[in-house]
């Protein structure tokens, strides 16, 4: 959690109490939702999250207790660094690049599961220490959004996604590390999610793009949809064994992806 509560909740120092109770139950709300979680790396971190959220709201909706919180902040100076947070680029521990097949294959519920589940990603990492960039591949291969900390901004993004066209995953990888990781302030992770087989290059030569990839530090995490997917091929595009994860339908992949996030922080510890 950040230690600046006003930064946490995403509001400023002079917000009302009304905005502050608001934000505080909806973070508390999405916590709760994920207690149950089967992951029990999630699980843990939803109930340590509610206790915190607790004790900020006995801070910051007691006025005696804001009051001395507010003084506390303007002596360490951090209200005036709130709007350059994004700038302490020791802060960033993950640079993820969030790739997925928009191929006609991909049109209709595969599509929109696929987009709630990228919002649930956005959802439950901590955006403030790691950014976030979002590339589609179908017709065209466009970076829609570069790598940025603006939850709402990449939501807002991801639901403007559409299917239409082939599959180039090929230029997709290229474009992922020549476009987006180009800027990259933490460690280079790429997350696909794909229905079929690439349309732009046979696969081994894609195999051999990754594993370039790899060997220059970048985590490649993939994900296959139905049946229409090579799963061998898709275990070698992968970092690990755990890298590799397949929804034999589409309304998996929201526990898929807030299971790449636990992944992230069990893999960011085992590497010390």
Same mark, same amino acid.
């Given at each position: 959690?950040?230690?600046?509560?006003?930064?946490?909740?995403?509001?400023?120092?002079?917000?009302?109490?009304?905005?502050?109770?608001?934000?505080? &139950?909806s973070r508390?709300?999405?916590?709760?939702a994920e207690?149950?979680?089967?992951?029990?790396?999630?699980?843990?971190?939803?109930?340590?999250? @509610?206790?915190?959220?607790?004790?900020?709201?006995?801070?910051?909706?007691?006025?005696?207790? *804001?009051?001395?919180?507010?003084?506390?902040?303007?002596?360490?100076?951090?209200?005036?660094? @709130? !709007?350059?947070?994004?700038?302490?680029?020791?802060?960033?521990?993950?640079?993820?690049?969030?790739?997925? /097949?928009?191929?006609?294959? +991909?049109?209709?519920?595969?599509?929109?599961?696929?987009?709630?589940?990228?919002?649930?990603?956005? /959802?439950?990492? &901590?955006?403030?220490?790691?950014?976030?960039g979002l590339?589609?591949?179908?017709?065209?291969?466009?970076?829609?959004?570069?790598?940025?900390?603006?939850?709402?901004?990449?939501?807002?993004?991801?639901?403007?996604?559409?299917?239409?066209?082939?599959?180039?995953? +090929?230029?997709?990888?290229?474009?992922?590390?020549?476009?987006? +990781?180009?800027?990259?302030?933490?460690?280079?992770?790429?997350?696909?999610?794909?229905? =079929?087989?690439?349309?732009?290059? /046979?696969?081994? !030569?894609?195999?051999?793009?990754?594993?370039?990839?790899?060997?220059?530090?970048? *985590?490649? @995490?993939?994900? =296959?949809?139905?049946?229409?997917?090579?799963?061998?091929?898709?275990?070698?595009?992968?970092?690990?064994?755990?890298?590799?994860?397949?929804?034999?339908?589409?309304?998996?992949?929201? &526990? @898929?992806? *807030?299971?790449?996030?636990? =992944?992230?922080?069990?893999?960011?510890?085992?590497?010390?």
């Open positions: 959690m950040e230690n600046n509560f006003y930064l946490f909740l995403n509001l400023s120092p002079d917000s009302p109490e009304e905005e502050i109770k608001l934000a505080i &139950n508390i709300r999405k916590a709760q207690v149950n979680n089967p992951n029990p790396v999630i699980s843990k971190r939803a109930q340590s999250e @509610i206790q915190e959220l607790f004790e900020i709201r006995k801070i910051l909706l007691t006025p005696a207790e *804001r009051k001395k919180y507010n003084e506390k902040l303007k002596t360490s100076q951090t209200i005036n660094t @709130i !709007k350059k947070i994004p700038e302490k680029k020791e802060t960033v521990i993950h640079s993820i690049a969030l790739l997925i /097949d928009t191929s006609w294959s +991909m049109d209709g519920k595969k599509i929109e599961d696929a987009k709630e589940a990228q919002i649930s990603f956005l /959802d439950t990492i &901590n955006i403030h220490d790691n950014e976030v590339l589609t591949f179908g017709n065209t291969v466009e970076c829609i959004e570069p790598l940025t900390r603006d939850r709402e901004k990449l939501i807002k993004r991801i639901k403007t996604i559409k299917a239409n066209g082939s599959t180039p995953l +090929m230029e997709a990888f290229v474009k992922t590390d020549s476009e987006i +990781m180009k800027h990259k302030k933490g460690s280079a992770v790429i997350v696909v999610a794909t229905d =079929g087989s690439p349309t732009d290059a /046979d696969e081994e !030569k894609i195999v051999t793009y990754c594993e370039q990839l790899k060997s220059n530090g970048t *985590r490649i @995490i993939t994900i =296959g949809i139905g049946d229409d997917v090579n799963a061998g091929f898709l275990q070698k595009l992968a970092t690990g064994k755990d890298d590799y994860h397949y929804a034999q339908a589409s309304f998996e992949l929201k &526990n @898929i992806y *807030r299971n790449v996030v636990a =992944g992230l922080s069990v893999y960011k510890k085992k590497q010390g």
